[in-house]
């Protein structure tokens, strides 16, 4: 469990004490195998897909949640390609995760608002699923 500061506690929800560097690595591995599959992604949207989500970001008189409602919509979309075999939840999070690279690649002045929204998105979309991967 997250301490209300950010860092792990030292022990899972079983109550067993898990060492910083077990934690680290788990978390590098996470992270790894998560970096993979967005590189396969990253090929697989098209600019177009991108630049429509520029233009959500920098319309001043869209809601934070009208945006992130976007980028939801964005990210189902691109979800929809991809093959059955892959675990859904974990596809539109890295989905989310290479949309937000490529926005910020695109419009660097936008970086703070679209990690601002992709933080929200996937709090509300993913919260259960990251503390699953990370606890199992």
Known sequence: ELQTDGNRSGHLQNGEPVSEAEVNEVVRLIAAQLAE????FDKEIQARVVNDLVQHFLNENLSGEEITQRMSEAVAGLARAIP?????EKA???LAMVLTRRIANTMPSLLQRVFSTTV????QQFHNYILRMVSA
């Open 84 to 88: 059955s075999d892959m675990e859904q």
């Open 120 to 123: 929200t998105y996937i709090s």
């Open 92 to 94: 539109m999070l890295v």
């Open 37 to 40: 599959i967005g590189d396969q």
